[in-house]
């Protein structure tokens, strides 16, 4: 079963980028799907979009087309994804998860904060 | 976009009773189904996959079942350290994959 650790808290003004990262360990890196999901304060789980690193290939909701971009680095065992234009409605904690469809492995989650 | 309707939103249960959280997808999931439990300040945890399958090391009193619309998660005896909110979530066809918006299950 796969092991899943992200970044720290991020503080971002309106308009900005963030970045978190998810390195994985205890499985095969590439052979697994990891899945990006959100939960803003309060509120239910949103998947935002996934990737297989074997293939490279990834998937994204439609909601976040143009400002989301899901990558993996095989050689440190990360994904990565990164959100751009932030507006305030995109503070949540995020989440990797192993697994496409549903997710059997969680990361503890990552705060990020869009505040001017 | 397939919505997950759940009901009650938030649950008052005695230790030692059962537990029936439901869950209704907007168009059939087939069992396309999973249940998810988070506790308060922590990542959600998998309970129930394919709508009846369990998790690993999942304790028996957790149970799912259901397809095509309708599914519940049951716990047989509440514990107390059952106290959560439950997430249903629909992976039928094509993305986007989404959630219900919670039970929350507390303590009487």
């Known amino acids: 079963q796969v092991q899943l650790v992200q970044s720290g808290a991020e503080v971002k003004k309106p308009g900005s980028s963030v970045k978190v990262s998810c390195k994985a360990s205890g499985a095969i890196f590439s052979s697994y799907a990891i899945s990006w999901l959100r939960q803003a304060p309060g509120q239910g789980l949103e998947w935002m979009g996934g990737?297989?690193?074997?293939?490279?290939?990834?998937n994204h909701a439609q909601k976040f087309q143009g400002r989301v971009t899901i990558s993996a680095d095989e050689s440190t065992s990360t994904v990565y994804i990164d959100l751009s234009s932030l507006r305030s409605e995109d503070t949540a904690v995020y989440y990797c998860?192993?697994?496409?469809?549903?997710?059997?492995?969680w990361g503890q989650g990552t705060l990020v904060t869009v505040s001017s | 976009e397939i919505v997950m309707t759940q009901s009650p939103a938030t649950l008052s249960v005695s230790p030692g009773e059962r537990v029936t959280l439901s869950c209704r997808a907007s168009q059939s999931v087939s069992n396309n189904v999973a249940w998810y439990q988070q506790k308060p300040g922590q990542a959600p945890r998998l309970l129930i996959y394919d709508a009846s399958s369990r998790a690993i090391s999942l304790p028996a009193r957790f149970s799912g079942s259901g397809s095509g619309t309708e599914f519940t998660l049951t716990i047989s005896s509440l514990q107390s350290e059952d106290l959560a909110v439950y997430f249903c979530?629909?992976?039928?066809?094509?993305?986007?994959?989404?959630f219900g918006q919670g039970t929350k299950v507390e303590i009487k």
């Open positions: 990737i297989i690193p074997l293939y490279g290939t990834s």
């Open positions: 979530q629909q992976y039928s066809s094509r993305p986007p994959w989404t």
């Open positions: 998860a192993s697994g496409d469809n549903w997710f059997q492995s």
